[in-house]
């Protein structure tokens, strides 16, 4: 069965950084297209960005351009999602999901992981 595996969430103090990994087993991520989501608590799950299937392109959502930065090591058969410069509105469950492209709704991946919570806090 096809599975993803999100880690590295955790309690992050305001201006701190965090890298998030998403690691895929019985299927090579290579061949698919990654997005990271994220839901604050009360609020409706946002796509952060979407990194191509051939790792080319990376699209992210314009209101979080320059904090976030996704990157593949295939040899690991991991994308990662880097975070910079932490807010406490950045507080909420980080998910990655696949599919063979990026998609424009949430709806439309069909794999997905469990998610790592994220928590910025004084």
């Known amino acids: 069965q096809l599975q993803l595996v999100e880690s590295g969430g955790g309690l992050v103090q305001p201006g701190g ?3 998030l990994s998403c690691v ?3 299927f090579n991520l290579d061949a698919y297209a990654i997005a990271w989501f994220r839901r604050a608590p009360g609020k409706e ?5 979407c990194n191509s299937e051939d790792d080319i392109t990376t699209t992210y959502t314009n209101s979080l351009k ?3 930065t996704i990157t593949r090591d295939n040899a690991k058969n991991t994308v990662y999602l880097e975070i910079r410069d932490l807010e406490l509105e950045d507080t909420g469950d980080y998910s990655c999901a696949a599919n063979f492209k990026c998609m424009p709704g949430y709806f439309e991946y069909v794999f997905w992981g469990r998610g790592t919570p994220v928590t910025v806090s004084q």
């Open 45 to 49: 799950r946002e796509t952060i960005a």
């Open 24 to 26: 895929a087993s019985e």
């Open 66 to 68: 320059g904090r976030f």
């Open 17 to 19: 950084s965090l890298r």
